[in-house]
């Protein structure tokens, strides 16, 4: 039996990875807060809406099966079958993927306004 060795990226990294997933699978109004020294709970939250639940639920398998490959197996995952908020803790990083009337309602970005956010989106290139 070989055993291939995991590439393990940074926390920070696993947060901007998550969110450049869910850009790419049509999550909405996608934010990556960072809460060092703010929480006591993860280093970085993760937030964006779905467009439906089964959509939630894919992107946040993808998410956890990204993750995996690179060193940060979930500790828990709840809600894939809700279609009203899917979580997705790495310890450090947590994801939280909600439908709108739930990311409306728990409105985590004003619980934790003063954290930063991330720059995640890919800086585009010069054209000729």
Do not use: C, N
């Not at 998550?18 to 049509?26: S, Y």
Request: charged share 30%.
């Amino acid at each position: 039996m070989v055993k291939t060795k995991v590439r393990k990226i940074t926390t920070r990294q696993l947060a901007i990875e998550a969110a450049r997933i869910a850009h790419d699978r049509h999550g909405e109004d996608i934010v990556v807060l960072d809460l060092h020294g703010i929480s006591p709970v993860a280093d970085y939250f993760v937030i964006f809406t779905g467009t439906s639940g089964r959509q939630m639920s894919a992107v946040g398998e993808e998410i956890a099966d990204t993750a995996a490959k690179v060193g940060h197996k979930a500790f828990h995952v709840a809600g894939r079958d809700s279609g009203q908020w899917v979580l997705l803790d790495f310890f450090d990083v947590v994801v939280h993927i909600f439908d709108e009337e739930h990311r409306q309602y728990y409105d985590l970005e004003l619980i934790w306004g003063d954290a930063p956010r991330l720059r995640w989106k890919k800086k585009a290139t010069k054209s000729l």
